[in-house]
């Protein structure tokens, strides 16, 4: 019995005098309180198990030891979830390229459909003025119509073209 007090009591020596020093140089290591307390708490689990071997001289050395383990084990660890993490990230990103690739490319042969739809004339306004950067006064006089003409024709393309992106994001959504 006595002995048992004698541990008990030299352990608790132990505890008191290193908990906040290697709680804080855990702390520095980890940057989180929680993960920090729970190292700390484990190392001293672990010290506890082996006290009964040990001289209370050794107790402090190898309570260092054990949270240099600790430490190392928990670097490993975060190194294989850090490189899950990326593999998660990476593979998501592909998913959302892919994604974002299939769903530009059926825009694009909306938008091919809805030109095609289009009367001769007012494709010919909508290329001159959105895709060769024509003004509307320099396409009305080219075809030899009134600028509110032109803007007439382009609108009526623009609103077909919102009608598909609606329809496409309605699908999609």
């Known amino acids: ?14 505890y008191k005098s290193c908990y906040t020093w290697l709680f804080y140089q855990v702390l520095d290591y980890t940057l989180d309180e929680e993960v920090a307390r729970d ?17 209370q001289e050794e ?15 928990y670097s490993k660890h975060q190194q294989v979830v850090k490189k899950y993490e990326d593999e998660v990230r990476l593979t998501s990103n592909e998913i959302q390229e892919e994604y974002e690739d299939e769903l530009y490319e ?17 494709r010919f306004i909508f290329e001159q003025c959105c895709l ?7 396409v009305a006089e080219l075809i030899g119509v009134e600028v509110s003409t032109i803007h007439k024709h382009i609108s009526r393309v623009y609103a077909e073209l919102r009608a598909m992106v609606k329809k496409i994001e309605s699908r999609n959504g």
């Not at 001293?44 to 006290?51: M, R």
């Not at 060769?132 to 320099?138: F, G, Q, V």
């Open 59 to 73: 107790a402090v050395g190898l309570l260092r030891r054990l949270m240099r383990n600790q430490l190392v084990n």
């Open 106 to 122: 059926e825009r694009l042969r909306q938008v091919y459909a809805v030109m095609d739809r289009q009367p001769p004339q007012r």
């Open 1 to 14: 019995m006595s002995t048992d007090k004698n541990k008990i009591t030299a352990f608790e020596h132990v």
């Open 39 to 55: 190292m700390v708490e484990e190392v001293f689990v672990d010290l506890w198990n082996k006290f009964d071997n040990i001289r």
């Open 132 to 138: 060769k950067d024509k003004s509307y006064k320099e």
